[in-house]
């Protein structure tokens, strides 16, 4: 038992150790504001002005593309709240002194990153149904995961906690269809 907490807590330390390496960013000109838009667009904006552009361009054919979508962001939403309400982890500025806040967060705790999975699953998504968007869609679903952590939201378990939530949830919708 005491070899498991001392894992944990070194784990515990290498979580708060890369949040505030990637946090000290901020201090950069033009890190702050950059990864603000990341992250505002990230909340949806992105992915839903895609989605809605796919069906502006392609009418009907979209509609399936657009549905699964949809339908994948509704069961990550639904899921990351229940994981958030349940784990109440609280964000690494809530907790850490030297980390600077960013942006304001869109609730109270930290794990996963809601962010993170719809990014993941959404780049996997628009990839397997228009590739030729990968170029786009893969590059800002890792600025988004970054934004995360530069912006002292998340840990970066929060964030690979998401990105695996959000590819199993992409990945299991595409072998379902």
């Known amino acids: 038992m005491r070899r498991l907490d001392a ?3 070194t784990l515990a330390l290498l979580d708060a150790a890369g949040t505030l390496r990637a946090n000290r960013a901020l201090a950069r000109q033009g890190v702050a504001p950059l990864f603000r838009v990341v992250s505002r ?24 593309p657009v549905a699964h979508m949809a339908a994948v962001a509704v069961l990550g939403l639904a899921l990351y ?9 609280p964000r690494p500025y809530q907790v ?12 109270a705790f930290s794990f996963p990153s809601g962010h ?26 890792a600025l988004v995961a970054a934004s995360r ?11 690979l906690a998401g990105a695996a ?13």
């Open 81 to 89: 709240k229940w994981l958030k309400s349940r784990t109440a982890r």
């Open 41 to 64: 667009l990230g909340d949806g904006v992105f992915w839903y002005a895609l989605m809605a552009a796919a069906l502006a361009l392609e009418g009907w054919r979209a509609v399936v």
């Open 149 to 159: 952590l530069v912006l002292g939201l998340h840990y970066p378990s929060d964030v």
């Open 7 to 9: 894992r944990l807590r």
């Open 165 to 177: 939530i959000g590819a199993a949830l992409a990945l299991g919708s595409l072998l379902l269809l």
């Open 116 to 141: 993170t999975l719809h990014a993941v699953a959404f780049a996997i998504l628009f990839t397997a149904y228009y590739p030729s968007l990968a170029p786009l869609v893969v590059p800002f679903a």
């Open 96 to 107: 850490h002194a030297a980390v600077r806040l960013g942006a304001d967060p869109l609730d």
